[in-house]
């Protein structure tokens, strides 16, 4: 069978009437290039140069073979261009998985200047739980996932933070807690609270935040919706632990020194999957927000 190497050494061969001069040509050494020569003549069944002394010339099946190779590179850089040229432009479907609050409260602006910087390019966006966005990026049916990021890392997952989320210790306006001073954690565990479902990567960094301290949460109820969870607290179910976004007049914060957690909202993708340009374009965006 023959191999593409082959005959572009072949042509390069035939041009220079050189065998040195062409490996000189193509960065290889000349017992390499007649390899390939050799190589082509045994797949060929024929032979393609005649060697008399130091001169090289071409054979009568070499002849003919020769505008048939030089079309076939031609060809071939047509191919490469027309790649090249098709890679420079960003289009196709790029499909996005993301969590219900990350895509409401990230990504609005970067999906619109995503849209107006890359028109010919269509957003398939599914939005679930991270956890969920998670596995479906490890199952290949998603190119990229934009969610809370895990703190276990995966070996076959790349992940690139782009914002810190910190989370707010909140209560009602009528909860015990909300106006006493000099709080601690300790005053926080004999209270009821509410939090996302333990299968969360939320509720394991918070989880974590308290162990720390040797405490663990009473928890009243899970569930994974942040907006109902600030719900929840809002009508004195307990405390929560929320990203300031979601703090409104119906919330009071809790200033609590020994509370630092803290999220990280990012990418995520399979480090065996090859991007494509418009995921690579909208990583870009979205690095170019990194806080």
């Not at 957003?123 to 991270?130: G, P, R």
């Not at 909860?175 to 954690?185: E, K, M, R, Y």
């Not at 179910?237 to 703090?247: A, E, Y």
């Amino acid at each position: 069978m023959m191999d593409i190497t082959e005959l572009l050494t072949f042509i390069k061969v035939a041009e220079s009437a050189s065998f040195s001069d062409a490996a000189n040509k193509l960065f290889i050494t000349q017992p390499a290039a007649s390899k390939r020569i050799a190589a082509l003549e045994s797949a060929l069944g024929v032979k393609l140069f005649d060697r008399i002394g130091r001169q090289v010339q071409l054979t009568e099946a070499g002849l003919r073979l020769l505008p048939k190779a030089k079309k076939i590179a031609v060809d071939l850089q047509d191919i490469k261009r027309s790649m090249t040229l098709q890679m420079e432009g960003v289009s196709g479907e790029l499909r996005i998985s993301t969590s219900h609050h990350v895509g409401l409260r990230r990504l609005p602006k970067s999906l619109k200047r995503f849209q107006q910087d890359f028109p010919n390019a269509q957003l398939e966006i599914e939005f679930t739980q991270s956890e969920e966005a998670y596995q479906q990026i490890l199952k290949g049916q998603a190119e990229l996932a934009i969610i809370t990021l895990s703190q276990a890392e995966h070996p076959m997952l790349e992940s690139t933070a782009i914002w810190s989320d910190p989370l707010t210790c909140v209560v009602s306006a009528d909860h015990p807690l909300a106006n006493q001073a000099n709080l601690s954690l300790t005053d926080l565990a004999d209270y009821a609270c509410v939090l996302p479902n333990k299968n969360t990567f939320t509720r394991q960094i918070a989880e974590q935040a308290l162990g720390k301290h040797g405490l663990k949460p009473q928890v009243r109820m899970n569930t994974n919706n942040l907006e109902t969870l600030a719900m929840l607290v809002s009508i004195g179910w307990g405390w929560s632990l929320l990203p300031s976004t979601l703090v409104d007049d119906k919330l009071v914060v809790l200033n609590i020194p020994d509370v630092n957690v803290e999220r990280k909202l990012g990418i995520i993708h399979h480090k065996q999957r090859t991007l494509s340009r418009a995921a690579i374009a909208f990583m870009e965006l979205l690095k170019s927000e990194i806080i």
